[in-house]
């Protein structure tokens, strides 16, 4: 009799133990359910979205194969997006490092219809806006430079002044800071009645005046800038610079001008296709200067400036609506989670199930 009642004794044991083994081995199912399922979709860094669409015009009349051609020119628009110079146009415009704007950018839209939307994400929808407009602004500044279009800027290569600043100062240098006025004066020019007069006041050299030319510049020629320049009262540390973008610039040797109109000049050769360019006459010292300028030009060595050809009609591709925010990624996360804590649950429930059936066969069996 004593066997059978410690048999008893411990089948009443386990009995008791077991619902609190149970509840135990649910909980934890479920919770490395919900973990495995928020590993898998896991929560955006960036969920902030932006777009900006440009056109893409058809020829009129059609071309038989018009169609498949408007598709065409759509991958070669994708393809932009992804060029060195578009993506660090677009980093350069959100403030973010190459690394991390790259991935982040992505094209929409349809072949068919002619449109191709740039799509950006960011941690907030500022940034989202600023990398996909100057996403936007890059890739049309490179399709058309590498169509043999021009870009934006002024379609002059001299410039005398004669009648106007001609375009310089206009926007923004992408080189210098603003000075504190740039504009057109009459005096005694370089030649005839017209110059132009800047004045900066900066404790530190860097300031200037600037012109973007609107020009198809080709990679790997050299492109000669020159200017002539003076300082009306004192003297003036300047230097011409030439470039693109600020890793795409030539800077010219800095002289100590007076009075006397004095040549100074730059050699540029461009690493990548452009479609503008920006010329700057720099201050390269501190304090208060005023300087004039006058015949500035822009050659090839053999003279005729060195364009790419034209390939394609000026307007083909054309911002059709400006980058504005478009959104939120919404998180999945949650719903992963709660997925997965319901498989975790319903996997330990069957296997309570199964265990709990193989033990009462086993007590039935003895």
Not at 251 to 258: A, C, F, Q, W, Y
């Amino acid at each position: 009799m004593i066997p059978a009642t410690r048999r008893l004794r411990e089948r009443a044991a386990r009995a008791t133990g077991a619902p609190a083994v149970a509840g135990a081995a649910l909980v934890v199912a479920a919770a490395v359910g919900a973990s495995v399922g928020a590993l898998v979709r896991p929560a955006p860094v960036d969920s902030y979205l932006a777009e900006a669409v440009i056109s893409i015009r058809p020829d009129v009349p059609p071309a038989a194969d018009e169609l498949a051609r408007q598709r065409a020119r759509w991958i070669r628009a994708a393809e932009a997006l992804r060029a060195p110079q578009v993506l660090l146009g677009a980093a350069a415009g959100s403030g973010l490092p190459l690394r991390r704007a790259k991935p982040r950018l992505n094209a929409g839209g349809s072949p068919d219809a002619g449109l191709f939307i740039v799509r950006a994400r960011a941690v907030n929808s500022t940034v989202a806006t600023a990398m996909a407009g100057s996403a936007a602004a890059s890739t049309l500044e490179f399709l058309r430079a590498s169509s043999g279009n021009p870009g934006f800027g002024s379609p002059r290569t001299r410039f005398d002044f004669e009648n106007g600043a001609q375009g310089w100062g206009v926007g923004r240098s992408i080189f210098l800071l603003p000075p504190t006025s740039t504009g057109p004066a009459r005096g005694r020019g370089r030649r005839g009645r017209g110059l132009l007069r800047t004045t900066c006041h900066y404790t530190q050299p860097g300031c200037g005046t600037w012109v973007t030319i609107a020009k198809a510049l080709s990679p790997g020629h050299p492109y000669l800038a020159q200017a002539w320049v003076r300082a009306p009262r004192g003297r003036a540390a300047l230097r011409l610079a030439f470039g693109a973008a600020p890793e795409d610039v030539a800077d010219g040797r800095t002289v100590l001008v007076s009075r006397r109109w004095t040549r100074i000049t730059v050699r540029w050769v461009p690493q990548l296709q452009v479609g503008s360019a920006e010329i700057d006459v720099q201050v390269n010292a501190a304090g208060a200067v005023t300087f004039d300028a006058d015949q500035v030009s822009v050659t090839s060595p053999g003279g005729k400036l060195v364009q790419i050809p034209r390939l394609d009609i000026p307007d083909r591709y054309r911002l059709a609506a400006r980058a504005q925010a478009a959104g939120q990624l919404h998180s999945k996360t949650v719903t992963a989670a709660l997925v997965g804590g319901a498989i975790g649950l319903l996997a330990a429930a069957a296997g309570l199930a199964a265990g709990a059936l193989a033990r009462r066969r086993h007590h039935a069996e003895q």
